[in-house]
């Protein structure tokens, strides 16, 4: 029994100093490192995927038939990874590991429930796979195609759903590198299915690559989640103020209970009364009442993920009707325009289970100090990528995408739909980054879904009053008024139903971005006009952008290294007042750094 014990005791101890390390202040740099080099590899092989299909089937009718069947896995991507799932499954894994809970029984009470309702998806949409392409794209040119590889794609349903189920598992757990991986083993699994089996199959074979794809994001991931599965049983974290390391933190052979469940009064981990309203709180919050209590959490998450993903519905359905490249030359400019979207929300998604925990506890101040630097560096980010992108938008769709069955009228169409599209860069992200705080606080709440259903409303009429007189520019132009609505909703409303962000602050701070974007927007554009060869200008802007938004910004006494700051650790302080004695401490006097004058 000893032996056990003390074994018992070692692992607890390595469980601790694992947790420890993962939470020092270098651990999101880190971590955001790795999902930040794994994110542009995935993208890099997007890109692959998107080059492949434009070289095998050009902008036409294959190529429309086979992006209408993509809106599955492109639907299930953004709620079963990216959005719905993590934003319900990450707060919840992330309770019980702060409350020491069994992490099994919460996997056993909601993961065969999921893969039930997965499976009859799935089934479901294979069988309607004709009604399907009906509803979505009226008049497409090659309706047989589209439902041939709706079909194969109706898979992606299944595995997309195992795979994001994993992927909040292990970012609750602070393991990043196996869920930025997913989109590295989807989009291999994609190109290399295409490129084996396309002369034979056609437009089929990207359909069936999706199917591959999806089996590869749930098995690149599987190892990391046994092992974190094997090794939660329970949960043992640090009592707080205590060091890991030290035995007393907890008593060997037993769970820690941060949580104080087994406590007179059952208090919460912040040490005040648990809202007996927040359906995390209940009595078997880990076991099978869990799974009522997640679907209540779901709920507004879900309908707000499918009120954004309806914006992709949208275009397909007001532009099957066009002539036949449409869809495709509204997805090839999507998929570029949309990279510093995803660039600009890698820091939030690795510090999303910090403002998780902050909010859980109750610690209102470090969750708003976290989501202001979040949102200050995301909108550096993406609005230097929009900038670039919106200057050089000809010039890289002609590098990217122009050889074999894509010409250059393809490039044209496409590079002005995605100049279109650039505008509705900072309302994506703003939406992506402004959800997450939303989505963790203690009680479900339906306004992101309000807003959303807001934007889509915008979305809709734009697309309609603009898709005759403008085709394709008008349906780009309506997504991006329809997401910056919703951008705008989402941050007037954040402190009364999450955490307030000091909008005065950053207010001023966004101006002067927003100014350093659009004189790096005309530089590069200039630039880009007067190189013919579009490597050089590609090249050429990729210097020439930044370098201006960096001087604008500097001249305009905001500095690019103003946003970057945040992302230092912050060391405190001492402001010594006037009526304050100087009094020396054992160990030498305190540096006190002085008020200056006329500041309160």
């Known amino acids: 029994m000893t032996d056990v014990t003390t074994a018992t005791a070692t692992r607890q101890r390595g469980l601790a100093s694992a947790v420890r390390r993962a939470t020092a202040p270098h651990g999101a740099a880190r971590a955001a490192g790795v ?29 429309d038939a086979f992006l209408v069947a993509w809106t599955v896995p492109e639907v299930a991507a953004t709620v079963l990874i990216e959005d719905a799932m993590a934003l319900v ?15 099994r029984d919460l996997v056993r009470a909601t993961l065969p429930r999921l893969l039930v309702l997965l499976g009859i998806a799935t089934g479901a949409l294979a069988a309607g796979a004709p009604c399907f392409v009906r509803l979505l794209a009226p008049g497409i040119a090659d309706p047989a195609a589209a439902v041939a590889c709706t079909r194969l794609t109706a898979a992606a349903v299944l595995t997309f759903g195992v795979a994001g189920y994993l992927s909040a598992a292990l970012r609750a757990h602070r393991r990043f590198v196996p869920p930025a991986a997913v989109y590295v083993a989807y989009n291999a699994g994609i190109v290399a299915t295409m490129l084996a089996f396309h002369g034979r199959f056609g437009v089929r074979a990207a359909a069936a690559g999706v199917a591959a794809g999806g089996l590869l994001m749930v098995a690149v991931q599987l190892p990391s989640a046994v092992a974190v599965l094997r090794d939660s049983s329970p949960m043992c974290l640090p009592r707080p103020g205590r060091d890991p390391g030290d035995r007393a933190a907890w008593a060997p052979g037993t769970p820690y209970d941060p949580g104080h469940r087994n406590d007179p009064g059952h208090r919460n981990d912040s040490g005040g009364p648990r809202d007996p309203n927040d359906p995390r709180n209940a009595k078997d919050a880990h076991g099978p009442r869990a799974a009522g209590a997640l679907a209540l959490l779901a709920a507004p998450v879900l309908l707000f993920t499918l009120a954004r993903q309806s914006q992709v519905l949208l275009e397909r359905f007001f532009a099957a009707p066009l002539p036949p490249g449409a869809i495709s030359h509204l997805n090839y400019a999507q998929k570029v325009a949309q990279l510093p979207m995803a660039a600009s929300l890698m820091m939030c998604t690795v510090t999303f289970p910090s403002v998780s925990r902050a909010l859980a506890a109750g610690d209102r101040a470090k969750a708003r100090q976290r989501v202001e630097r979040d949102l200050t560096l995301a909108c550096v980010v993406v609005l230097l990528g929009a900038a670039f992108v919106i200057a050089c938008a000809p010039r890289i769709v002609q590098l990217l995408f122009q050889r074999g069955r894509f010409d250059a009228g393809d490039t044209a169409a496409t590079a002005a739909v995605m100049r279109v599209y650039a505008l509705g860069l900072l309302g994506q992200t703003l939406v992506g980054a402004l959800v997450r705080p939303y989505f963790s606080v203690r009680r479900p709440t339906w306004y992101p879904a309000a807003a959303m259903a807001a934007g889509l409303a915008v979305t809709a009429a734009v697309d309609a009053i603009g898709v005759r007189p403008w085709g394709v520019y008008g349906i780009a132009a309506g997504n991006a008024a329809g997401i910056t609505m919703t951008a705008a909703l989402l941050l007037r409303a954040l402190g009364a139903h999450a955490v307030a962000v000091r909008l005065r602050v950053m207010a001023p701070r966004l101006c002067r971005v927003l100014l350093a974007a659009a004189a790096a927007t005309a530089t590069g554009w200039a630039l880009a006009d007067a190189l013919g060869d579009p490597l050089a200008a590609t090249g050429a802007c990729a210097l ?36 304050e004695p100087a009094a020396s401490p054992p160990g030498g006097p305190i540096r006190f750094r002085s008020r200056p004058e006329g500041r309160p």
């Open 89 to 103: 499954m990450v707060p919840a894994f992330s309770v019980v590991a702060s409350r020491g809970g069994e992490v």
């Open 35 to 63: 999902t930040a080099a794994l994110t542009a590899a995935g993208s890099l092989l997007g890109l692959a995927r998107d080059q492949s299909v434009a070289h095998l089937f050009g902008a036409g009718a294959e190529s």
């Open 544 to 579: 020439a952008v930044p370098a201006a938004f960096a001087a604008t910004a500097a001249a305009a006494r905001h500095g690019v290294r103003g946003p970057l700051r945040p992302l230092r650790p912050l060391r405190p302080r001492r402001i010594r007042t006037e009526t």
